[in-house]
């Protein structure tokens, strides 16, 4: 069995993965920890070793596991404890109201990810576990046709995104459920006699 990890393959899934999320090589940098040449040096695959520690801050920042950054794909029984994190009450909630729009699954998506934390991959296992439907209404969900989706319908800047999650988000969606509170009702003012 061979050890060493193939460089070449380690730098292609570096530049495929920062491409789907969008990200320039000092945005992986700067979120890394690691210096903008050491980005550029493996994506070009003329980087001949690389610390695994380096290596594990770059396929977090990526969402990714480190398998799979190293092209060795998802261990067996990785993806089953993280899919299992959903409670029954979620996947009941969510099949009450399924989402009607590819944006509002793009915000739930970026919702997951951005505000509770979720790995990438996480995400996907949990939209298989709770039976959403893929954009062709067949077959499971996958990382690259969920980073499609994400592309093709979530914002494209940053300062877009506020304006996106407001209209589209799952805060958006429990707001409209939940009905306006009950007006006050006036105040009468007694009548003070003067004297």
Same mark, same amino acid.
């Given at each position: 069995?061979?050890?060493?990890?193939?460089?070449?393959?380690?730098?292609?899934?570096?530049?495929?993965?920062?491409?789907?999320?969008?990200?320039?090589?000092?945005?992986?940098?700067?979120?890394?920890?690691?210096?903008?040449?050491?980005?550029?040096?493996?994506?070009?695959?003329?980087?001949?070793?690389?610390?695994?520690?380096?290596?594990?801050?770059?396929?977090?920042?990526?969402?990714?596991?480190?398998?799979? $950054?190293?092209?060795? =794909?998802? *261990?067996?029984?990785? %993806?089953?404890?993280?899919?299992?994190?959903?409670?029954? @009450? &979620? +996947?009941?909630?969510?099949?009450?109201?399924?989402?009607?729009?590819?944006?509002?699954?793009?915000?739930?998506?970026?919702?997951?990810?951005?505000?509770?934390?979720?790995?990438?991959?996480?995400?996907?296992?949990? $939209?298989?576990?709770? =039976?959403? *439907?893929?954009?062709? %209404?067949?077959?499971?969900?996958?990382?690259?046709?969920? @980073? &499609? +989706?994400?592309?093709?319908?979530?914002?494209?800047?940053?300062?877009?995104?506020?304006?996106?999650?407001?209209?589209?988000?799952?805060?958006?969606?429990?707001?409209?459920?939940?009905?306006?509170?009950?007006?006050?009702?006036?105040?009468?003012?007694?009548?003070?006699?003067?004297?």
């Amino acid at each position: 069995m061979d050890t060493l990890v193939n460089m070449q393959t380690l730098g292609e899934q570096v530049l495929l993965h920062r491409r789907r999320a969008r990200l320039s090589q000092q945005e992986i940098a700067a979120r890394a920890g690691v210096d903008t040449m050491t980005i550029s040096r493996i994506e070009s695959g003329t980087k001949k070793r690389l610390e695994i520690e380096t290596a594990a801050r770059v396929a977090r920042v990526l969402g990714v596991s480190l398998d799979q $950054l190293c092209g060795l =794909g998802t *261990p067996a029984g990785d %993806g089953m404890a993280l899919a299992s994190a959903t409670t029954p @009450l &979620e +996947l009941s909630l969510a099949r009450q109201r399924p989402l009607e729009t590819p944006k509002e699954l793009t915000a739930q998506i970026l919702s997951w990810h951005e505000e509770e934390g979720m790995p990438l991959q996480a995400i996907v296992q949990r $939209l298989n576990a709770e =039976g959403v *439907p893929t954009r062709s %209404g067949r077959g499971k969900w996958y990382l690259p046709s969920m @980073l &499609e +989706l994400l592309n093709q319908y979530g914002p494209l800047y940053k300062k877009d995104r506020k304006a996106f999650m407001a209209r589209y988000g799952p805060a958006r969606a429990t707001a409209a459920a939940t009905p306006p509170p009950a007006p006050k009702r006036p105040r009468t003012r007694k009548a003070v006699p003067v004297a």
